[in-house]
Every structure is written in C-alpha cells, then in structure tokens.
T-cell receptor
Framework: KNEVEQSPQNLTAQEGEFITINCSYS?????LHWLQQHPGGGIVSLFM?????KKHGRLIATINIQEKHSSLHITASHPRDSAVYIC?????????????WGLGTSLAVNP | KAGVTQTPRYLIKTRGQQVTLSCSPI?????VSWYQQTPGQGLQFLFE???????NKGNFPGRFSGRQFSNSRSEMNVSTLELGDSALYLC???????????FGSGTRLTVV
C-alpha cells in the first residue's frame, strides 16, 4: 500500500460540474502539496498546505491533519482544467523529511 | 524571472551508454530534486539536493547518480542505460523543504 493514496484514479466530468479529488496519507507530515500536470509534461504547483484551507480562483484545497486527508475542489469546471492532479506530502520523520508522491488523478472535463 | 531550466529537452541514447542531464534552478533556490516519470508509474522520486548535499534518495539502482554544484545547478547521471530507463526526467527547485516547488519542462530520454 502506497503511503499516499489518491482517489479517484480517473475522473470524467461535464463542463460546469463541481469536482473533488481526494488524497489520503499514512505518515506524519509537515506539509502537503497539490500539483497539476498538463499533457506534454509541464507541472505547476497549485497549493502547499499544512492546515486548514486555501483558495485560488476556482480551486480550493483543504486538509484535515487528524484524519490525514486532503481534498482538492474545482468549482465550475472547464475543459482547460483537464490535467493530472498530483498530491505529495513532506514526511516529518527524521532529519531528511522525504517528499512522498501520490500516483495522480487524471481529470477530463468535457465541453 | 527565469524558471527552472532543464537541458537537453530531448535525448536519444543506445543501451549501455551513459547520459548526463542538467537542471538550473530558479535563482535563490537551493533545493533541487529529480524525478522519473513513465506512463502508468506516476512520479518516481530519484534524489533531492540542498546546498550541495544529497538529503534524500529514492529506490533506484546505483546506475542513477547526481550532484549539486555551489551555484545550485544540478546534474543527474545514468550509466549503462537500459531500455526501461526511457522516461521523462523532471527536475524541481525550491527555496527549501518548507517551500513550494517549481518544475522544469523535463528531459525526455529515449533509450533504443
């Protein structure tokens, strides 16, 4: 079992729908990252969270440290939101604090 | 402000050869990490450097090595290339472990 699990693995939505992508982790963390990878490979950092909630435009990220769970929400989804969304956590064990990656959620938003 | 620069963008090598990939981080960023991405495998962590020291290493064979220079630029080397090493190799830079990451566009390596 991966230390960082994302669900769903694949998601198809219609334009305008509200989308939720989930990330669960099993280690103690100092921070959680959400990133977006478009076809062609480019990766963009969306959020870095250690508690609570952050909002940027139509994107909202929440984290519940006690439940070891984070969600990424997209409101009023658009075809340009089609991408792979990746969750990564910074392990807070030891001195090196390894970054552990989920396998990503592939989102397709149809017009 | 220049982003993270990876060179070359594309590379074709034959089995048994070695390859060196380069990553220039954003100015002021002292942390550089390397990842391998293959279809269906997601991002696989290779190693992370901070101020010229390797802080973390993923589960890759010793054929994969890296280093970071005093100007924070980093290189990754793969020796005795295998067909399975064909992948997109991504580099990310950060001010440090408590900061967000900026990724480069990657180097697509094809081993034939």
């Amino acid at each position: 079992k991966n230390e960082v699990e994302q669900s769903p693995q694949n998601l198809t939505a219609q334009e305008g729908e509200f989308i939720t992508i989930n990330c669960s982790y099993s280690v103690g963390i100092s921070a959680l990252h959400w990133l977006q990878q478009h076809p062609g490979g480019g990766i963009v950092s969306l959020f870095m969270l250690s508690s609570g909630k952050k909002k940027h435009g139509r994107l909202i990220a929440t984290i519940n440290i006690q439940e070891k769970h984070s969600s990424l929400h997209i409101t009023a989804s658009h075809p340009r939101d089609s991408a792979v969304y990746i969750c990564a956590v910074r392990d807070n064990a030891g001195n090196n604090r390894k970054l552990i990656w989920g396998l990503g959620t592939s989102l397709a938003v149809n017009p | 402000k220049a982003g993270v620069t990876q060179t070359p963008r594309y590379l074709i090598k034959t089995r048994g050869q070695q390859v060196t990939l380069s990553c220039s981080p954003i100015s002021g960023h002292r942390s550089v990490s390397w990842y391998q991405q293959t279809p269906g495998q997601g991002l696989q962590f290779l190693f992370e450097y901070f101020s010229e020291t390797q802080r973390n290493k993923g589960n890759f064979p010793g054929r994969f090595s890296g280093r970071q220079f005093s100007n924070s630029r980093s290189e990754m080397n793969v020796s005795t290339l295998e067909l399975g090493d064909s992948a997109l190799y991504l580099c990310a830079s950060s001010k440090g472990p408590s900061y967000g990451y900026t990724f480069g566009s990657g180097t697509r390596l094809t081993v034939v």
